[in-house]
C-alpha cells in the first residue's frame, strides 16, 4: 500500500538541460568555499558570532551585522562549535571535540576575542544544548556524565572556578546536576526570561520526544508527554513566560508545525496550517513576531508572522533553504543562514529595508551562482507506487537520447532530507558531465510522519526500493545510459549503498560509501549508546529480530557485491566506526570483490579538514573516472 505524502501533488517539470557547453568547474576552488555554520548575536546586536572554515579548520568569527571584514576568534586545529553569547556581552560558549570524536569539551570567550576558558574537563562525555541564563550569569547544558548515553541537565556559574583554575565539571565530578537523567536523553530547550525555570525535551530512542518545564530546583512538569510516536522541538519562551513556542507533528494533519504551547493545559494554537511542513525559526523578545519557514519538497521560504495582526512577511532572498534565524536582542533585525542548490549558505540581516542583506559571501576563485546547476524537482513511483520527490541534475548541454553516466546520490540519516541546498560535490560532478539524482525515500523529513515512520521496522527494505526505483527513473529520462549508473552516499546513505550493490548487484556499474555501516550487529555494539536506543526503535532487538537483522545486513551478503567499491571512513567515528569498514572490506576481497579503502586518522563521522575533503573527493572521481567514464562533448 502506498504511503500518503504532499509530494503526491508535484507535477514533473519538462526535463531540459541548460543549454551551452560545459565547463569543468575548478576543485580546488570549490573546496575553499567558505562554509557558514552556526551563529548568535553579540550583546550588542551590531554584529553576529558565527562558525567558519576560512582558515581551513572550523573555527569562530565575528563580523558586523551590516557586513565588514570578519575577525577570527579562536584559532585551533579541531572544529568549534557556537553554543550561545551572553546577552551581559561578557562570554560566549563553545564545544570542541577531538579528531572529531563527538565528545567535546566546553570552553568560554570573550566575545572580542583572547584566551579560552575551559568551563569542562572530560573524557568520553558529550555535551548538547549549552545556553546562558538571560542575566548572563549561569550556563545550562545536557551531558552524559552520569552514565554512557544517558543525558541529564546541569545548571553551572558562568564564572566560578575552583581553586588552581580547575575546570568547574570534570569526569566522575557530577556537582550542579538539576534534573538527572534517568537513563534517557534530556536536552534545554530555553530559559524562562525571568531565569526561574529551564524548557526541557526528553527522548528515549533518538527521534520522538516530550516537553517538560523544570525550576532550578529540580522539579519537573511534564506539559506534552514522551510517547515515543510524534516530536515536539521548543524554539522559545513567551514574554510572560506562559507559552512556548515550538514545532511538533502533534499537528492534526500529521505534518511538523509551529505553534503556540500552552504550558498550563498543554493545548497547541498552530501558526501554520499546509500540507507541507513548515518550522518557526525564532520568536521576538517583545513576543510580536516569529520567524518561520515552509518546506515545500526540500525547497524552503522565510517569512515574518506578525501576531497581532496574523500577517506573514515574505523575508527569503529567493527559493532555497534556510538553516537557522535569530532576532537582534533589540528584536529590530533578524539574522538568518540563506543558500541554495547554485549558491553556498551566507549569513543574511533583515532589518527596515523590504529585502535582507548578504553579510557574507562564501563564493571565492571566481566562482558565482550563474556557474552552477539548479536542479529538477522530480517524482517518481517508489517500490509500493509510494510517490518520492528528488531533484534531478542535468548537464549543461545534456542531450536527450545521448545518454551519458548517471549517479543515485543517497544522503545520510535515514530521518533527514535532500534539499534545495549547495552541494560541492554534486556541482562538480554535474560540471565534469555526470547526471545526478538526489532522491527523499521513504523515512525522510519534510513529507508528515506517516512517510517518516514508513520505514520504521523496515530499514533498508522499502527505503532501498525508493533507492533502486531512482535509478529506473534515470534511466527513463534518455539521459542516462541504464548500464552506467552508479550508487554513492554518506553515513545512513553508505548503508544504501553497500545495501544498493549487495541486493540489486546487476543495476550498479560502480558504488562509493562514505563513512557507512555494513553489519547492524556490530554497528550497534560498537556505536556510541546514544544511537543504540534509535537503532531498536527502528529495527527491534537484535537477538528478537535477529533475522530482519541479518537479512539488512550486507556484510552477509558480501560475496554478491560484484561492482567496483570505494569506501571511506574517519578512525574517530562514534557513529559509524570506521571497523564497519575494515570488516565489509576484508570480507569483500576475500570472496573476490573489488574494494578500495581509505580510512583518515584524523576525523570522525565526516570529514571536516579541508585537505582531507579534497583528498577524499579527489579519490572518489578518479574512482568515478576510472570505472565510469564520461565521454567527451560532441
Not at 569542562?120 to 538571560?134: I, L, W
Not at 552552477?372 to 517500490?383: A, K
Request: with cysteine; proline share 7%.
Amino acid at each position: 500500500m502506498s504511503i500518503p505524502t504532499p509530494a503526491a501533488g508535484i507535477v514533473n517539470p519538462r526535463l531540459e538541460a541548460l543549454s551551452g557547453p560545459r565547463e569543468p568547474l575548478d576543485l580546488k576552488s570549490l573546496y575553499h568555499l567558505r562554509y557558514i555554520g552556526r551563529f548568535a548575536w553579540t550583546a550588542r546586536g551590531d554584529a553576529l558570532i558565527f562558525e567558519t572554515d576560512i582558515s581551513g579548520r572550523v573555527n569562530l568569527w565575528r563580523v558586523p551585522s551590516r557586513g565588514g571584514w570578519p575577525l577570527q576568534l579562536t584559532i585551533e586545529e579541531d572544529r568549534t562549535l557556537l553554543e550561545d553569547v551572553s546577552m551581559d556581552g561578557r562570554f560566549l560558549v563553545y564545544a570542541q571535540d577531538r579528531g572529531g570524536d563527538e565528545k567535546p569539551n566546553l570552553f568560554l570567550l570573550n566575545p572580542g576575542g583572547g584566551t579560552p576558558i575551559p568551563l569542562t574537563d572530560t573524557e568520553g562525555v558529550g555535551y548538547e544544548t549549552a545556553c546562558f541564563s538571560h542575566k548572563g550569569d549561569r550556563i545550562a547544558f545536557a551531558a552524559e556524565l552520569e552514565a554512557p548515553g544517558a543525558y541529564g541537565i546541569y545548571v553551572v556559574p558562568a564564572e566560578e572556578r575552583e581553586r588552581g583554575g580547575k575546570p568547574v565539571v570534570r569526569n566522575g565530578f557530577p556537582s550542579y546536576l538539576v534534573v538527572p537523567s534517568g537513563g534517557l536523553m534530556w536536552s534545554v530547550g530555553g530559559w524562562s526570561r525571568d531565569d526561574s525555570r529551564l524548557a526541557l525535551t526528553r527522548t528515549s530512542d533518538g527521534l520522538h520526544n516530550g516537553v517538560f518545564v523544570a525550576d532550578l530546583e529540580g522539579r519537573v512538569r511534564e506539559i506534552v508527554p514522551d510517547d515515543g510516536e510524534h516530536l515536539t522541538d521548543i524554539v522559545g519562551w513567551s514574554p510572560d513566560g506562559r507559552r512556548l513556542l515550538v514545532n511538533s507533528n502533534l499537528h492534526p494533519g500529521g505534518q511538523v508545525a509551529p505553534g503556540l504551547l500552552s504550558l498550563e493545559d498543554g493545548t497547541i494554537e498552530w501558526l501554520v496550517d499546509s500540507i507541507w511542513e513548515s518550522g518557526a525559526l525564532d520568536w521576538s523578545p517583545d513576543g510580536r513576531f516569529v520567524a518561520w519557514a515552509l518546506n515545500e519538497a526540500g525547497a524552503e521560504r522565510l517569512y515574518l508572522r506578525d501576531l497581532v495582526t496574523g500577517q506573514d512577511r515574505p523575508a527569503s532572498p529567493g527559493t532555497g533553504c534556510v538553516d537557522g534565524a535569530a532576532f537582534s536582542p533589540d528584536g529590530r533585525a533578524l539574522a538568518f543562514r540563506f543558500g541554495a542548490a547554485d549558491r553556498p549558505v551566507d549569513l543574511w540581516v533583515l532589518e527596515r529595508d523590504p529585502r535582507p542583506a548578504r553579510v557574507t559571501e562564501a563564493f571565492v576563485g571566481g566562482l558565482s551562482a550563474d556557474r552552477m546547476v539548479r536542479p529538477h524537482l522530480v517524482t517518481y513511483p517508489g517500490g509500493d507506487g509510494t510517490t518520492i520527490a528528488a531533484f534531478l541534475y542535468l548537464p549543461r548541454g545534456a542531450v536527450r537520447g545521448r545518454p551519458g553516466p548517471g549517479i543515485v546520490m543517497i544522503r545520510g540519516g535515514p530521518t533527514a532530507q535532500s534539499q534545495d541546498r549547495f552541494a560541492r560535490n554534486i556541482q562538480y560532478l554535474v560540471s565534469r558531465g555526470y547526471v545526478v539524482i538526489e532522491p527523499n525515500y521513504r523515512g525522510s523529513t519534510g513529507f508528515g510522519r506517516a512517510f517518516q515512520e514508513a520505514n520504521r521496522m523496515d530499514l533498508g527494505g522499502g527505503d532501498l526500493e525508493d533507492i533502486i526505483a531512482a535509478r529506473t527513473f534515470l534511466a527513463e529520462t534518455g539521459y542516462v545510459d541504464p548500464g552506467r549508473v552508479a550508487v554513492e552516499g554518506g553515513s545512513y546513505g553508505g548503508y544504501l549503498t553497500l545495501m544498493a550493490l549487495a541486493k540489486a548487484p546487476d543495476l550498479w556499474a560502480a558504488g562509493i560509501a562514505i563513512v557507512p555501516f555494513a553489519n547492524w550487529f556490530t554497528e550497534y555494539e560498537n556505536e556510541d549508546e546514544t544511537l543504540q536506543a534509535f537503532d531498536r526503535m527502528m529495527m527491534g532487538d537484535p537477538e528478537a529480530n535477529r533475522d530482519l537483522w541479518i537479512d539488512r545486513s550486507p556484510f552477509f551478503f558480501v560475496d554478491r557485491i560484484t561492482a567496483p567499491l570505494l569506501i571511506q571512513a574517519g578512525a574517530n567515528d562514534i557513529r559509524c566506526p570506521a571497523s564497519e569498514t575494515r570488516e565489509i572490506a576484508s570480507r569483500i576481497r576475500a570472496a573476490g570483490g573489488t574494494v578500495e579503502v581509505k580510512i583518515y586518522d584524523d576525523e570522525g563521522h565526516g570529514f571536516s579538514k579541508r585537505e582531507n575533503a579534497i583528498d577524499a573527493f579527489r579519490q572518489r572521481m578518479v574512482f568515478l573516472e576510472r570505472y565510469l567514464p564520461v565521454s567527451p562533448p560532441e
